[in-house]
């Protein structure tokens, strides 16, 4: 009887000890959001820092410190050159456009009785996406959120073999070689998934800006960069993105839309069926569905962050998880 009580109270500890960590999780979103990317960088740069980091100069090894600045430094000098390059035409094309979205009034017709205001649904998407959005630029355009992210992902990588090596250390010694190895694959899978989705993101978006050319739109740039950055989050994030063409391009005609709704269409169904398997491969064979979850979980949890990040931890999950389980077989 002393022993149902005791386990009883056991039990009912672990669980509040569970609520308790969820709640904690739940209130600190943002923050362990920005951890997780942090993160996730780290692991996408991990080959690329080891490479640096048997290289000589002066026939003296360059050393892995030395390698993390090398490769953070090259990355915010691309970062740098691209937004030198592209910062003021996006700039001066935004500003049109969002000039253009306010000062359109009319009211299109397409027979009987169907109309719509153009500012109306602008002014209704605002409003019930106010949370996406006020997240959104939190983090994308809060300086203090970015450099936490770098600061946090440097420091993460300088210290990456000792990190590892001490989460290696708290399972048994039998366990350890497994977890050595399955540290492999998710560096390998996060290293590809990274560097393929910066190749689909840059993809989609100059197929975006052709297929905008072609058909007429204006703002071709601004609304392909849309659509390439919002690549990254996948299956809404291109749906997002055609909306945004479609209602840009409706402001000239009707059937520019219908035609912008069909290029984007064209374009997914290429990034499906083509892009996807070759640049992705196995990495990416994940269920729409359990991708759709995922999102949803990510995005509700985490906002703007969350969906990002859903499918690398989704991929990785998938890799710890097989991992379990091929241990078990």
Do not use: C
Request: proline residues 2%; aromatic residues 8%; hydrophobic residues 55%.
């Amino acid at each position: 009887m002393d022993k149902n009580i005791v386990v009883s109270l056991k039990t009912i500890t672990q669980a509040m000890l569970i609520a308790l960590g969820l709640y904690i999780i739940y209130k600190l979103g943002n923050i362990i959001g920005l951890i997780v990317i942090s993160l996730l960088i780290t692991i996408s740069l991990e080959h690329t820092i080891q490479y640096f980091s048997v290289q000589h100069v002066f026939k003296r090894q360059i050393g892995r410190s030395m390698a993390v600045l090398i490769t953070y430094l090259i990355i915010f000098l691309v970062g740098s050159l691209a937004i030198t390059i592209g910062l003021d035409p996006v700039i001066t094309q935004s500003q049109k456009l969002i000039q253009t979205l306010l000062n359109n009034q009319e009211i299109f017709t397409f027979g009987g009785n169907i109309q719509f205001s153009l500012s109306e649904i602008v002014t209704s998407f605002l409003a019930t996406s106010g949370g996406v959005l006020t997240a959104t630029k939190s983090i994308l355009n809060n300086v203090t959120a970015l450099i936490s992210i770098l600061i946090m992902a440097i420091y993460m990588s300088i210290d990456w073999i000792n990190i590892k090596s001490k989460f290696v250390l708290l399972f048994k010694e039998k366990d350890r070689k497994k977890v050595e190895e399955t540290f492999i694959v998710v560096e390998n899978n996060t290293g590809v998934w990274l560097k393929g989705q910066l190749f689909l993101m840059f993809v989609i978006g100059l197929l975006s800006y052709v297929g905008l050319k072609i058909v007429g739109v204006q703002f071709a740039l601004p609304l392909a960069i849309i659509s390439g950055l919002f690549e990254i989050v996948p299956i809404i994030g291109p749906i997002f993105s055609a909306i945004v063409a479609a209602l840009v391009a409706v402001v000239d005609s009707p059937v520019k839309a219908l035609l912008i709704i069909l290029v984007f269409g064209l374009i997914q169904n290429v990034e499906g069926n083509l892009l996807v398997p070759k640049v992705m491969g196995k990495v990416s064979g994940m269920s729409p569905l359990i991708i759709l979850i995922g999102l949803l979980i990510g995005s509700n949890l985490f906002g703007i962050v969350g969906a990002i990040v859903a499918v690398p931890v989704l991929m990785i999950g998938s890799v710890i998880v097989k991992s379990i389980l091929d241990d078990k077989g």
